[in-house]
């Protein structure tokens, strides 16, 4: 079992960012997959994730339809769309897997990938 996050860099505020996570060695039919991330000092916490039985997506509600979570089956990656970007959104992202419910409470996923940085500074 794999994840790997990618797509992190220095983005200035405003601007777009797209976040990928693959996956290997099991199933998006099976697994939640969700992203979360942690700024200095500060807990991991969850953004969104994937239900695998239909690929809807669930968000924390103060999203602020910023993010967008996608699922792409045939390239087993998981998406995540950051809008108009803010010095606040300084934080290492991460996604995780778990198979045990609905939720973005991070010591339910089992799974977890290394990490992108996202740096958000003009």
């Known amino acids: 079992v794999q994840l790997q996050a990618s797509g992190g860099g220095l983005v200035q505020p405003g601007e777009s960012l797209r976040l990928s996570c693959s996956v290997s060695?099991?199933?998006?039919?099976?697994?939640?997959i969700g992203w979360f991330r942690q700024a200095a000092g500060r807990g991991r916490e969850g953004i969104a994730c994937?239900?695998?039985?239909?690929?809807?997506?669930y968000y924390r509600d103060s999203a602020n339809g910023r993010f967008i979570i996608s699922r792409d089956k045939d390239k087993s990656t998981i998406e995540l769309q950051i809008k108009n970007v803010r010095t606040e959104d300084t934080a290492v992202y991460y996604c995780?897997?778990?198979?045990?419910?609905?939720?973005?409470?991070?010591?339910?996923?089992?799974?977890w990938g290394q990490g992108t940085q996202v740096t958000v500074s003009s």
């Open positions: 994937i239900n695998p039985s239909d690929g809807s997506p």
């Open positions: 060695g099991f199933s998006l039919d099976h697994y939640y």
């Open positions: 995780g897997a778990q198979n045990y419910g609905l939720g973005l409470n991070p010591p339910a996923y089992i799974y």
